[in-house]
C-alpha cells in the first residue's frame, strides 16, 4: 500500500522522532510512505480560536497537498489534527461559502487516517511485539487523547497496540478520560483553569509510578510534558509511535532519564 | 392577554435578566480557583452524580436511540415553533388558563407582579424554576414589595444565604452539610440552636419551616419542563414533592416558561421522562411528576396563568449553527462531567445558566456583544465529554467554535491595533499555508535551540504566551525538522515540493 504521511505541524517542527518512527513502522510492514511535500497544518489552531477567514487558505493548502491520486490512503500520528481534516475542514469550508472546497476537503478526509486506526483497522496489527518488532522495557502510563476519544471513537487501539510491546509495564492511568487542560489557546486564553486541570492530570500520571506517560498527540504530550518537567519531575511523554518503532537494535530514544526495568538508565 | 401592540418589533430581540457575565470568563475563574473549599466541593458532587448516571444510563440498551429520538422531537419543535405555541394556546386556554406573552425579561416580570397583586396577596411560594432565575423574578418581586419564598431545598439554602444558584440542578453545590448549617442557624426563623450537619436534621428543619408556609400560601410561581401542545398540560419534574404542593395547595398558580420547552404530544413524553432524570440526578426515575391541564372546579387552583418567555430564544433560533442549544432540558448533566465547570464553579460563568450549555445559550440569548459574554465560548478545552453526555445530543463543542467565529468576526474592522492574538494568527496563516513557507521557518529552529540553553527547556515567554509558561515548560526545538530530515537523509530533496516516493524499505530511523 501506498501512504501518505501527513506529520503535522507540531510533530514536523517539535518532534520529528514521532515522525521518524511512523515512517519506520509503516516501512517495516512492507508498505511504501511518501511526505506531500505541500504540506504544512490542518489550521486546528486557526478554527478553534474562531478565525476561520484565516484558516481557509491553511485548510485549502492541506487539501490541494493530499488530493493526489498517488497513494492509497493518508496517516497522521494525531487523533486531534486527524479530527480536523475530517470533521473541520468540509464544516470549515462550508462555512465560508466554498462548495467546491468542501466537497474536495470531504474526500481527503475520507482517506486520512489516525496511526492506530490505520494499524489495527486497516493493516491488520493486533501484535506489535511480533508484527512490528517492538520493545520497549520501561514503565509506562498511557493517556488517551480527548480527540482521539471522543471525536474519531479510537477506543482502546492506541492502548491494545502497547499491550503487546515486548517488555513494556503498562499501568493504567487513573481518571484517563480526563481532559489534560491543553485545548489549544485555551491554555493561553484560560491559563488558570487549564493549569488546574494539568495540575490533576500530573498527579494521577505521578501516582501510577510510571517512568513514561504515553499517549497519541503530540500536543497533549507536549503540554503535559511541560507541566512534570516544570513540577521538577523526571517523569517524560512519548508518543506511541515511538514506542512501537523501538527495537531491541534501535531502542526509542528518550530525552533524559529513564529507568529501565532492569534499573539501569538509559538515555 | 397583557398586550399592547407595539408595531414589528426589530430583530433579533435579545434577551435581558440574569444572562450576562459582567467580568470575562478567566478573571471570574481565577478568582473562584483561588477558593480551596469551593473546589473539594465541587470535585466530590460533581463525581458522585458522574458515576450514578453512568451506571443508569449504562441500564438502558437503547440509550443512544433514546438520545437520537429526544434530539429529533426537538429539532422538529423548534422547526414549527409557532405553529405548537399556537395549537397550545388554544387548547391551555380551552381548559380555563390564561396565557400571557412576555418577549423580555422585564416584561415577564411585570406580567407576574400584576398578577400576584391582582390577588392582594403579598407572598408566594415558588417551585424551582431556571426561567424565573433568568428574568431575576424573585429580585424584581421584592422591589415591589413581594416576598418570593423558594420551597426547594437547595434553592432555600441560596435564597436564605443572600447568594447565587451555581447550578441549575443542585443550586447550592458550592456549599458543604455544615455550610448548610451555619446558613440555617443564621437565617432560618425558629432553627432549632442544637441542629447538627446530619442530612436528615437539616432536611427535617427545612420541611418544618415550609410546611408552614404551604399551608398558607395563596399564591405559588413555577416553571415548567415540559407543554403539551396536543392538550394544553403542563409538566413539572422534581425530586422532593415540594413543587407538588406548591402546583396543588394555593388558588392562584402562575407558571413562566420558555417557549422552547413545548412537545407536540403526550407520546414524547415517554422518550424525555427516560432521558432527563437519567441524565440529571442519575436516577431511573425521578420522585414526584405533576402533569396539569386548566382548571378543575374545586380541585386545586383556581386560576391558572402562563407566561411564554421570549427573552432572546427567538434570537438563539436565528442562528442556524447554534439553534440546537435549545434542545436543552436543562438537565444538568454537560455541567457535571465538565472538566472546566468542575474547578470553576458556575458563578464564573456570570448568567443563570452556567457550564458548557451555558458558555453557548447566553451569548446565543444576549447577543455575542453583550457585556462579557464574549468570554464564554472560550471557557472549554473542548474535550467534548458534554456533548457524550447530552441526552438531547447538542454538539456543545461544535457551537462553542462556531460562537467563536461569531466572536472574532465581529471584532473585525473595529479595533485601531489589532491584539496580539489578530496578528499572530494573520502571521500563522500565511506561514503554514505553504508547506514552503513553513519549510523557511523551520531552518530557524536551532534558533530556538538556543534560546532554550543548557537545560534544553523555555521556561518565560512574553505576551499572550506567558499564560503558557506560567505553569508549563517547552521542551528545546530539535535540531531539524522532520522535513529536513526527509529531504536531506531519508529520500533526497525535492524541488517541487511534491510527493517523493519511498526507496529505501526497511530503514528505521
Given at each position: 500500500?501506498?501512504?501518505a504521511?501527513?506529520?503535522?505541524?507540531i510533530?514536523?517542527?517539535?518532534?520529528?522522532?514521532?515522525?521518524?518512527?511512523?515512517?519506520?513502522?509503516?516501512?517495516?510492514?512492507?508498505?511504501?510512505?511518501?511526505?506531500?511535500?505541500?504540506?504544512?497544518?490542518?489550521?486546528?489552531?486557526?478554527?478553534?480560536?474562531?478565525?476561520?477567514?484565516?484558516?481557509?487558505?491553511?485548510?485549502?493548502?492541506?487539501?490541494?497537498?493530499?488530493?493526489?491520486?498517488?497513494?492509497?490512503?493518508?496517516?497522521?500520528?494525531?487523533?486531534?489534527?486527524?479530527?480536523?481534516?475530517?470533521?473541520?475542514?468540509?464544516m470549515?469550508?462550508?462555512?465560508?461559502?466554498?462548495?467546491?472546497?468542501?466537497?474536495?476537503?470531504?474526500?481527503?478526509?475520507?482517506?486520512?487516517?489516525?496511526?492506530?486506526?490505520?494499524?489495527?483497522?486497516?493493516?491488520?496489527?493486533?501484535?506489535?511485539?511480533?508484527?512490528?518488532?517492538?520493545?520497549?522495557?520501561?514503565?509506562?502510563?498511557y493517556?488517551?487523547?480527548?480527540?482521539?476519544?471522543?471525536?474519531?471513537?479510537?477506543?482502546?487501539?492506541?492502548?491494545?497496540?502497547?499491550?503487546?510491546?515486548?517488555?513494556?509495564?503498562?499501568?493504567?492511568?487513573?481518571?484517563?478520560?480526563?481532559?489534560?487542560?491543553?485545548g489549544?489557546?485555551?491554555?493561553?486564553?484560560?491559563?488558570?483553569?487549564?493549569?488546574?486541570?494539568?495540575?490533576?492530570?500530573?498527579?494521577?500520571?505521578?501516582?501510577?509510578?510510571?517512568?513514561?506517560?504515553?499517549?497519541?498527540?503530540?500536543?497533549?504530550?507536549?503540554?503535559?510534558?511541560?507541566?512534570?518537567?516544570?513540577?521538577?519531575?523526571?517523569?517524560?511523554?512519548?508518543?506511541?509511535?515511538?514506542?512501537?518503532?523501538?527495537?531491541?537494535?534501535?531502542?526509542?530514544?528518550?530525552?533524559?532519564?529513564?529507568?529501565?526495568?532492569?534499573?539501569?538508565?538509559?538515555? | 392577554?397583557?398586550?399592547?401592540?407595539?408595531?414589528?418589533?426589530?430583530?433579533?430581540?435579545?434577551?435581558?435578566?440574569?444572562?450576562?457575565?459582567?467580568?470575562?470568563?478567566?478573571?471570574?475563574?481565577?478568582?473562584?480557583?483561588?477558593?480551596?473549599?469551593?473546589?473539594?466541593?465541587?470535585?466530590?458532587?460533581?463525581?458522585?452524580?458522574?458515576?450514578?448516571?453512568?451506571?443508569?444510563?449504562?441500564?438502558?440498551?437503547?440509550?443512544?436511540?433514546?438520545?437520537?429520538?429526544?434530539?429529533?422531537?426537538?429539532?422538529?419543535?423548534?422547526?414549527?415553533?409557532?405553529?405548537?405555541?399556537?395549537?397550545?394556546?388554544?387548547?391551555?386556554?380551552?381548559?380555563?388558563?390564561?396565557?400571557?406573552?412576555?418577549?423580555?425579561?422585564d416584561?415577564?416580570?411585570?406580567?407576574?407582579?400584576?398578577?400576584?397583586?391582582?390577588?392582594?396577596?403579598?407572598?408566594?411560594?415558588?417551585?424551582?424554576?431556571?426561567?424565573?432565575?433568568?428574568?431575576?423574578?424573585?429580585?424584581?418581586?421584592?422591589?415591589?414589595?413581594?416576598?418570593?419564598?423558594?420551597?426547594?431545598?437547595?434553592?432555600?439554602?441560596?435564597?436564605?444565604?443572600?447568594?447565587?444558584?451555581?447550578?441549575?440542578?443542585?443550586?447550592?453545590?458550592?456549599?458543604?452539610?455544615?455550610?448548610?448549617?451555619?446558613?440555617?442557624?443564621?437565617?432560618?426563623?425558629?432553627?432549632?440552636?442544637?441542629?447538627?450537619?446530619?442530612?436528615?436534621?437539616?432536611?427535617?428543619?427545612?420541611?418544618?419551616?415550609?410546611?408552614?408556609?404551604?399551608l398558607t400560601a395563596?399564591?405559588?410561581?413555577?416553571?415548567?419542563?415540559?407543554?403539551?401542545?396536543?392538550?394544553?398540560?403542563?409538566?413539572?419534574?422534581?425530586?422532593?414533592?415540594?413543587?407538588?404542593?406548591?402546583l396543588?395547595?394555593?388558588?392562584?398558580?402562575?407558571?413562566?416558561?420558555?417557549?422552547?420547552?413545548?412537545?407536540?404530544?403526550?407520546?414524547?413524553?415517554?422518550?424525555?421522562?427516560?432521558?432527563?432524570?437519567?441524565?440529571?440526578?442519575?436516577?431511573?426515575?425521578?420522585?414526584?411528576?405533576?402533569?396539569?391541564t386548566?382548571?378543575?372546579?374545586?380541585?386545586?387552583?383556581?386560576?391558572m396563568?402562563?407566561?411564554?418567555?421570549?427573552?432572546?430564544?427567538?434570537?438563539?433560533?436565528?442562528?442556524?449553527?447554534?439553534?440546537?442549544?435549545?434542545?436543552?432540558?436543562?438537565?444538568?448533566?454537560?455541567?457535571?462531567?465538565?472538566?472546566?465547570?468542575?474547578?470553576t464553579?458556575?458563578?464564573?460563568?456570570?448568567?443563570?445558566?452556567?457550564?458548557?450549555?451555558?458558555?453557548?445559550?447566553?451569548?446565543?440569548?444576549?447577543?455575542?456583544?453583550?457585556?462579557?459574554?464574549?468570554?464564554?465560548?472560550?471557557?472549554?478545552?473542548?474535550?467534548?465529554?458534554c456533548?457524550?453526555?447530552?441526552?438531547?445530543k447538542?454538539?456543545?463543542?461544535?457551537?462553542?467554535?462556531?460562537?467563536?467565529?461569531?466572536?472574532?468576526?465581529?471584532?473585525?474592522?473595529?479595533?485601531?491595533?489589532?491584539?496580539?492574538?489578530?496578528?499572530?494568527?494573520?502571521?500563522?496563516?500565511?506561514?503554514?499555508?505553504?508547506?514552503?513557507?513553513?519549510?523557511?521557518?523551520?531552518?530557524?529552529?536551532?534558533?530556538?535551540?538556543?534560546?532554550?540553553?543548557?537545560?534544553?527547556?523555555?521556561?518565560k515567554?512574553?505576551?499572550?504566551?506567558?499564560?503558557?509558561?506560567?505553569?508549563?515548560?517547552?521542551?528545546?526545538?530539535?535540531?531539524?525538522?522532520?522535513?529536513?530530515?526527509?529531504?536531506?537523509?531519508?529520500?533526497?530533496?525535492?524541488?517541487?515540493?511534491?510527493?517523493?516516493?519511498?526507496?529505501?524499505?526497511?530503514?528505521?530511523?
Open positions: 500500500m501506498k501512504i504521511l501527513f506529520a503535522t505541524c510533530v514536523d517542527a517539535m518532534y520529528p522522532a514521532t515522525a521518524k518512527a511512523t515512517v519506520a513502522i509503516l516501512e517495516r510492514l512492507g508498505h511504501e510512505v511518501v511526505f506531500p511535500g505541500g504540506q504544512a497544518c490542518c489550521g486546528q489552531m486557526h478554527v478553534n480560536s474562531g478565525y476561520f477567514k484565516e484558516a481557509v487558505p491553511v485548510i485549502a493548502n492541506h487539501v490541494a497537498a493530499f488530493e493526489s491520486d498517488d497513494y492509497d490512503v493518508a496517516v497522521a500520528p494525531s487523533g486531534s489534527c486527524v479530527a480536523s481534516v475530517k470533521h473541520q475542514h468540509p470549515i469550508a462550508r462555512s465560508c461559502g466554498d462548495r467546491a472546497l468542501e466537497e474536495r476537503a470531504a474526500a481527503v478526509g475520507a482517506k486520512t487516517y489516525e496511526l492506530s486506526e490505520l494499524l489495527v483497522d486497516v493493516l491488520g496489527v493486533t501484535d506489535a511485539g511480533s508484527q512490528l518488532g517492538s520493545w520497549f522495557p520501561h514503565r509506562v502510563t493517556h488517551p487523547s480527548c480527540h482521539g476519544m471522543r471525536l474519531l471513537r479510537l477506543g482502546d487501539r492506541q492502548q491494545r497496540l502497547l499491550d503487546t510491546v515486548r517488555g513494556i509495564d503498562l499501568t493504567p492511568l487513573p481518571e484517563p478520560d480526563q481532559c489534560c487542560g491543553f489549544g489557546t485555551f491554555s493561553m486564553k484560560n491559563a488558570d483553569v487549564s493549569s488546574a486541570m494539568l495540575e490533576d492530570k500530573a498527579a494521577n500520571i505521578t501516582a501510577t509510578g510510571a517512568s513514561l506517560c504515553s499517549g497519541g498527540d503530540a500536543s497533549c504530550l507536549m503540554h503535559i510534558g511541560g507541566g512534570l518537567s516544570r513540577q521538577g519531575s523526571s517523569i517524560r511523554t512519548l508518543h506511541f509511535a515511538e514506542i512501537l518503532a523501538s527495537t531491541e537494535q534501535h531502542p526509542a530514544q528518550i530525552a533524559g532519564e529513564v529507568q529501565l526495568l532492569s534499573g539501569k538508565a538509559a538515555q | 392577554m397583557s398586550q399592547t401592540f407595539l408595531g414589528m418589533p426589530s430583530l433579533p430581540v435579545f434577551g435581558t435578566g440574569n444572562l450576562h457575565a459582567s467580568e470575562s470568563f478567566p478573571k471570574a475563574a481565577h478568582r473562584e480557583l483561588g477558593n480551596a473549599q469551593l473546589r473539594a466541593n465541587l470535585g466530590h458532587a460533581t463525581h458522585t452524580i458522574r458515576d450514578k448516571r453512568l451506571q443508569v444510563v449504562s441500564e438502558l440498551p437503547d440509550w443512544e436511540q433514546l438520545r437520537d429520538a429526544g434530539s429529533a422531537i426537538k429539532e422538529s419543535v423548534m422547526a414549527r415553533l409557532p405553529e405548537l405555541l399556537e395549537q397550545f394556546e388554544k387548547n391551555f386556554t380551552a381548559r380555563g388558563g390564561v396565557i400571557h406573552w412576555a418577549r423580555d425579561a416584561e415577564a416580570n411585570e406580567i407576574v407582579a400584576g398578577l400576584i397583586r391582582e390577588t392582594g396577596e403579598t407572598e408566594a411560594v415558588k417551585v424551582k424554576s431556571m426561567a424565573t432565575q433568568e428574568i431575576g423574578l424573585n429580585e424584581y418581586l421584592e422591589e415591589q414589595g413581594i416576598t418570593a419564598l423558594e420551597t426547594d431545598l437547595a434553592e432555600l439554602i441560596v435564597q436564605l444565604d443572600h447568594d447565587k444558584p451555581s447550578h441549575i440542578l443542585v443550586p447550592a453545590i458550592h456549599k458543604n452539610r455544615s455550610q448548610v448549617r451555619d446558613i440555617f442557624l443564621r437565617e432560618m426563623p425558629g432553627a432549632d440552636p442544637a441542629l447538627t450537619d446530619d442530612p436528615a436534621k437539616l432536611a427535617a428543619a427545612a420541611r418544618t419551616h415550609l410546611r408552614r408556609k404551604f395563596k399564591v405559588a410561581v413555577s416553571g415548567a419542563n415540559f407543554a403539551l401542545a396536543d392538550s394544553g398540560t403542563l409538566a413539572v419534574v422534581e425530586s422532593e414533592g415540594n413543587g407538588r404542593m406548591c396543588t395547595l394555593p388558588e392562584t398558580l402562575i407558571t413562566v416558561m420558555g417557549i422552547e420547552k413545548l412537545l407536540p404530544t403526550w407520546q414524547d413524553l415517554e422518550v424525555f421522562m427516560q432521558l432527563l432524570p437519567r441524565s440529571s440526578t442519575g436516577e431511573r426515575m425521578n420522585p414526584y411528576t405533576s402533569l396539569w386548566g382548571v378543575t372546579e374545586g380541585d386545586g387552583p383556581q386560576n396563568h402562563l407566561v411564554l418567555l421570549d427573552n432572546g430564544r427567538s434570537a438563539a433560533l436565528a442562528d442556524e449553527m447554534g439553534r440546537s442549544a435549545l434542545h436543552c432540558i436543562r438537565c444538568s448533566a454537560c455541567m457535571n462531567v465538565c472538566p472546566v465547570y468542575e474547578r464553579g458556575g458563578h464564573a460563568y456570570g448568567s443563570t445558566y452556567p457550564g458548557p450549555i451555558g458558555a453557548i445559550l447566553s451569548p446565543l440569548m444576549t447577543g455575542i456583544q453583550a457585556e462579557e459574554n464574549s468570554s464564554l465560548p472560550y471557557a472549554s478545552s473542548l474535550c467534548g465529554a456533548y457524550d453526555a447530552c441526552p438531547v447538542i454538539n456543545i463543542p461544535d457551537i462553542l467554535v462556531h460562537l467563536r467565529g461569531v466572536d472574532v468576526d465581529s471584532k473585525r474592522g473595529k479595533k485601531k491595533i489589532p491584539t496580539q492574538m489578530d496578528a499572530g494568527m494573520k502571521a500563522a496563516s500565511w506561514a503554514l499555508s505553504s508547506g514552503k513557507r513553513l519549510g523557511l521557518l523551520e531552518k530557524g529552529l536551532p534558533l530556538g535551540r538556543l534560546a532554550a540553553g543548557p537545560d534544553k527547556k523555555i521556561t515567554l512574553p505576551g499572550i504566551a506567558a499564560g503558557w509558561t506560567q505553569s508549563r515548560d517547552i521542551p528545546a526545538p530539535p535540531p531539524q525538522s522532520f522535513r529536513t530530515w526527509w529531504a536531506n537523509e531519508h529520500r533526497g530533496p525535492d524541488p517541487e515540493g511534491g510527493p517523493m516516493p519511498s526507496h529505501n524499505k526497511g530503514d528505521q530511523q
